[in-house]
C-alpha cells in the first residue's frame, strides 16, 4: 500500500528535477559567453512558463538552477533527463538556447559548439537544430 506513494512522490520529484536541469542547461548557455544579463534571464523564466512551471516559483527555480550549473562540470548531468522528453519538448528548449545565444545579436564558437554537442546528446537532427537556428535568427531582423 505505501508502495504506491512512493512512486507517486518520485515522479514529482523527477518533474522538478527535469526543470531544474532545463533550467540550469539554460543557464550554462547564458553563461558561456561570461556576460549572463538580464534578458537572458527573461528568455528562461519565459521558457520555464512555456513549460509548465509557475511563475510564482521561478526564482527559486532559478536560484537552484543556478546552484547546479555552477556545481556542474559537465553538460551531461542537464541532457541525461531532457533527452526522454518528447521531441516537441526538446524543440522548444534548443529554440530557447539559441534565443539565449543571440539575444547579443553574435554566436561565438563556444555557443556553437554548445549547439552542435546538444543536437546529439538530445538526440535531435542537426536539420532541425539548423532549422530553429534560422527561425531564432529571422524573427531578431523584424
Known sequence: MFNIFKKTE??????NNSTLKIAALLIHAAKIDENYSDI???????TLIKLGSKEKNLEEILKNAENIEAESNQILE???????????TKKKIIESLWN?????????????NLMRRLSGLLYLDKE????????VKSNLKK
Not at 518520485?10 to 518533474?15: C, T, Y
Not at 531532457?82 to 516537441?88: A, S
Not at 539565449?100 to 561565438?108: E, K, Q
Open 10 to 15: 518520485k515522479k514529482i520529484l523527477n518533474v
Open 40 to 46: 537572458e534571464k527573461e528568455i528562461i523564466k519565459k
Open 78 to 88: 542537464f541532457t541525461r533527463e531532457i533527452k526522454n522528453l518528447d521531441e516537441e
Open 100 to 112: 539565449i545565444i543571440y539575444s547579443d545579436n553574435l554566436s561565438n564558437m563556444y555557443e556553437s
Open 128 to 135: 532541425v537544430v539548423g532549422n530553429l537556428k534560422e527561425k
